[in-house]
């Protein structure tokens, strides 16, 4: 891989993908006739999009033994009264693709019906999940681009809808770096525990696009305003320490004994009792369930008018320009 | 005593009481039945009912002079503008019999109509209040237990009520541990001083039950649901440090000097302007009250379906069984 | 000037001014004949009404050169996608009169239909604001002091609805010590950067009046009742640094490199797609939209019962008083 281990470099395997989609099919010619735009760029470009599409290499973790191993995409298991789901594309920094969205959707509903008392999400290798990755959107659909973007953002729309009415306590095991979504998303949790390591990036606007996963209301409600659109708005990356301070994380670990230490913890929640955690989770989150739903709708919606503006196309060649400047 | 003063400890005089009428009395040839409690259990479950219903001593604070000694649980006095109502069962680490919840809402009522121009809520002795001790519900009336735990939530439902009502500032004088429902109910006070001796602690789900006090509601907003899972879903317990650092608390003061501070600090308050306080702390509840009484409903509706329930019993018996292994 | 540059001198500059025009004019003689007041306070009340009334001096920073000058008491500028509204009565520590706030509604109107990305506020000289200065209050209207209160009432509303309703990001630069209003509307910001030397002071109940700038509402959001109630009931003061730990403040930079920092911040940030930004920043607001505004208007409402209350008039002369005796 060309790109260099940066801020820049999660952009690239997080938003960028989302959008590459309908730039890389829809306006690919227009783009590469942009006179400004360096061979490197376009070089760096094609590259980018070979790797994209490279099939997966084996690196994939094995299914656990004795679970229904019915994903492609996810580990899911139950044991000790937890079911985890863990993100499965280490090699890919766990983007999400459109399979893995559908995969995520099944094993949350497969959860929230078990015999389980807590639910874990999680990723394997370095990363908890670098955001998006819709590289699996391969053909335009026969209403044109619009559709794709509308396709996407229903998508979109259902993912998240699938968190907000998760019955039992969801926790997050955050074993790394985490950008886009699966950051916007840790406000439907009920616990956050993140390694040092962990770092928390949702760099919207540097694409041209809006914030989702509910963060447009949890985030503020969590940190206020001054500190969400930070994050939200000027793309502030927080460390674990600092994700800590503002509320957004319950807890940070050393990398060393991270693993151990969330586990000794999960064990223990997983042995109160059943009820009363889904009916006090209920509790707390039926009093903003409503307004969580209108949320997402309103966050899709405006995504989706994002992905179809030029500003938002813009903004990627200008992203490319400037890492082709370097 | 034969609990030793450690984390159970403070379940014991808190929710266990709580709960124990209902389990003493409609079911304890049941519990007693189970195979599986020693006999090390069954004697000290007797012991404790006993030690609960054991007279009070006569450590009671006196009366201050001047004041209406209308009160049997609380010691109620109006002083520079200010009225302290100091929970006075000190040998009983201030747990809140059925007289003192009736008492309080009946202090609160007087409060909000006097000249003064703050109200203190404080404790007696080493503890702030360590939670519900409902040892009065000494019969079963005619309802039976369903009677019975509509009857313990109606109480509860209006002495929450009478803190969301309360007109004038309301101060918490943290003197000490603070347990259950005297920590949900800091969300809607105005000042929490608290010594750095203090701890603040809501086992619910230990004990099959879920949050009141308006916690549900008023935690999340305070510190975010990463936070607020951790102490209502997860029985953390907070140091007065960390309770400070999550918004729960003003200020914490040195145990040395926390009286005289705290004492300085409220007879300033006291000073200034009554009906500029009373009406800026309307503006500013005024605009979540309907909220606040539609989810102390909500939250007095599940903990009576939670008392009822097998789990909530069951969960009392494993924290017996637990504390026979010891 | 014989005020001291402490708490009270603050005071003497924010909310003092507000009141003085209603004490001063109607309530004058009453005051004079009150037989506790020293001759010493009755000295200072004159020299301080001299003083305001004074004749501004030339300090005033110079229009930038290449702008429409069409303000007297701001300097409005545009660079870098930047529209700067920097409050300009130095001498006056930035207090803001009635042509200031008319002025400050009228900057943002054109900054949020001109080409900047972002638009940001602050102050010249030391102060960012010390707050309201109504000394253009000088003629008691046909409808007298009743009609007084409620034009300056109206006025504060149209005030903060330009903040409500702006609809792009806006970022406070806080230079200096900011006061009442100035701070209030702070939760109405997207960014706050504050030099170390700031401070945040909005010290309503002392002179018997109430929270305005939406803070009722965005302060418990922010920090929580326990923190806000501090400040917005019992008038303590926060460092830039408690400001920024509790949510009011985005960053707190050192008095030496705050422009610099500030400025490349700021122009890092309005390369940000512009529309990405603004919309982003209507989404999150706009799920509280409606709410801000019922807000300003009780807020508003509330205000003007407190300032024709005896309790507001009593409150200033009490102050005057403890300063006679300094």
């Not at 994939?60 to 899911?76: H, I, K, M, N, R």
């Not at 405006?302 to 030029?310: A, I, N, P, Q, Y």
Request: hydrophobic letters at 40%.
């Amino acid at each position: 891989c060309i790109w260099p281990h940066t801020f820049n470099f999660d952009l690239t395997l997080d938003n960028l993908l989302w959008m590459l989609d309908f730039v890389g099919k829809a306006k690919w010619d227009a783009w590469k006739s942009l006179g400004s735009v360096s061979q490197d760029a376009r070089q760096q470009y094609v590259d980018l999009i070979d790797s994209l599409l490279a099939a997966e290499g084996p690196a994939v973790a094995a299914q656990p033994t004795g679970s229904a191993a019915t994903f492609d995409t996810l580990l899911v298991s139950t044991e000790d009264n937890i079911t985890t789901i863990r993100l499965n594309r280490p090699q890919k920094k766990n983007a999400i693709t459109v399979e893995m969205y559908n995969e995520v959707i099944k094993a949350l509903e497969q959860a929230g019906k078990d015999d389980s008392v807590i639910t874990v999400i999680t990723g394997s290798g370095d990363f908890y999940c670098s955001g998006n990755d819709l590289t699996n959107f391969t053909k335009i659909p026969e209403g044109g681009i619009e559709q794709m973007a509308k396709d996407a953002g229903e998508l979109l729309r259902e993912f998240v809808k699938a968190f907000i009415d998760f019955p039992k306590p969801l926790v997050a095991v955050v074993n790394g770096p985490a950008v886009g979504v699966s950051v916007t998303l840790l406000g439907l949790f009920e616990i956050v525990y993140a390694t040092e390591r962990a770092t928390f990036h949702t760099p919207f606007s540097q694409l041209g696009q809006s914030p989702e996963g509910c963060s447009s209301y949890t985030f503020p409600k969590i940190m206020g305003n001054a500190k969400a659109s930070e994050m939200l708005l000027f793309n502030k990356k927080l460390s674990a320490v600092q994700a800590c301070a503002q509320g957004l994380v319950t807890e940070v670990f050393p990398d060393s004994s991270f693993q151990t230490e969330v586990a000794t913890r999960l064990k223990a929640y997983a042995k109160l009792p059943r009820n009363s955690l889904a009916l006090s989770k209920q509790l707390i989150r039926g009093t903003e369930k409503e307004r969580l739903h209108t949320v997402n709708d309103q966050e899709v919606e405006r995504l989706v008018e994002r992905w179809l503006s030029d500003e938002c196309m813009q903004a990627i060649m200008s992203f490319f320009q400037a890492k082709a400047k370097l």
